[in-house]
């Protein structure tokens, strides 16, 4: 298939934003953590269910991104219980596959997306995500911590906020996490038919909350390449912002796609960017930020991206939804414009 353009990170399928997706003429959607039955998986019918809902519409459902931290967070902390975590998911990714549904959006992050802002103030007064290690490094209680975590839906126990040195938890045992869990999982998605598109740490700093962050430069996403460079179902779910906001910016950004990209393992994109980088950024209008979306978009072009591209984190504009339908109509159409002129310049 051809690069497209996709809409998503929301949990319902409604009839309004269905609609909305066909009158911004995109064909393409991803759900992020969709509301669906099941403590420990989902079932066939439930996903087969938003597949037909998407068809009907005249849409095809791309993606899901992300089962809920609370399906596999032993797995992620290495805790007892994690065999079974890995046995659901498992069961997740056998029923998506008869659902037909093809890619898996993943992350390493048992304890969530982190800002300190919410509402920093961007363009024309629009409100941005904004990212200060050193207000964290600044809060003194736990609760002071836990305002910084984006998601706060999830349970406490999978919030992996360590009070104890004692209990912290290093690189290398993220490691050994990651490995022993895509070791068991990433054959089951072969065999589904399903493809997994592991998402870069968001920030991406070495630890925060007492977890070690593993997937927050270039080299940790070769480490885990190396680990599967022959596998179908293994890839990026590469979200350019991430990639901004690691230290040099840009640069890594250019990095991820002539590495990634030629070896035909960036399965979708999060287009997006960031002013600044770790341990200081903030998100902002694409087209502002450190690097410059027309380049990014002629090298997936000459890499050979053939996947789509997602509206993600975007500003919140004035008078906007809680789901920023303003913010993103602005970022589709961003986006679309600079694929016009890629298949025009040919």
């Given amino acids: 298939m051809a690069m497209r353009i996709a809409i998503g990170q929301f949990n319902e399928l409604t009839d309004e934003k269905l609609k909305f997706a066909a009158q911004i003429g995109v064909k393409g ?4 953590t969709p509301a669906l039955p099941g403590d420990t998986h989902w079932q066939e019918a439930d996903l087969r269910a938003l597949v037909d809902r998407c068809a009907a519409h005249g849409l095809m459902l791309e993606a899901i991104e992300n089962v809920p931290i609370h399906f596999y967070y032993k797995a992620m902390l290495g805790l007892p219980g994690r065999d079974e975590q890995i046995a659901h998911y498992q069961t997740t990714l056998r029923n998506m596959g008869r659902a037909g549904i093809p890619i898996l959006g993943f992350h390493w992050i048992p304890n969530s997306v982190w800002r300190t802002d919410r509402m920093a103030p961007g363009r024309g007064g629009a409100g941005c995500t904004k990212f200060d290690m050193a207000e964290v490094e600044g809060a003194t209680t736990r609760s002071e911590v836990l305002r910084f975590v984006a998601k706060t839906d999830e349970r406490p126990e999978t919030l992996g906020l360590m009070e104890r040195p004692e209990d912290v938890i290093d690189a290398e045992k993220m490691w050994e996490n990651y490995a022993y869990f895509i070791k068991a ?10 493809r997994m598109a592991l998402h870069p740490d968001d920030p991406p700093v070495p630890m925060l909350g007492g977890v070690a962050r593993i997937f927050r430069e270039p080299a940790g996403f070769k480490r885990a390449y190396e680990l ?6 293994w890839g ?3 979200c350019l912002g991430c990639c901004s906001e690691m230290p040099g910016n840009r640069a890594n950004v250019h990095e991820m796609i002539d590495f990634f ?17 770790v341990p200081n950024f903030q998100e902002c209008f694409i087209g502002e930020g450190n690097f410059n979306p027309a380049e990014v978009m002629a090298q997936l072009h000459r890499v050979g991206f053939d996947g789509f591209f997602l509206d993600d984190h ?10 920023n339908h303003r913010g993103r109509a602005h970022a589709v159409g961003y986006m679309q414009g600079l694929l016009k002129m890629r298949e025009f310049l040919g």
């Fill in 314 to 323: 975007v500003p919140h504009m004035d008078e906007d939804t809680v789901w």
């Fill in 236 to 238: 990026l779910d590469l």
């Fill in 228 to 233: 599967n460079p022959d596998s179908p179902a």
């Fill in 29 to 32: 959607i991803q759900m992020n």
């Fill in 185 to 194: 999982v990433l054959p089951v998605a072969e065999e589904a038919g399903v």
């Fill in 261 to 277: 990209g030629p070896r035909g393992k960036i399965f979708y994109i999060h287009f997006r960017d960031v002013q600044g980088e």
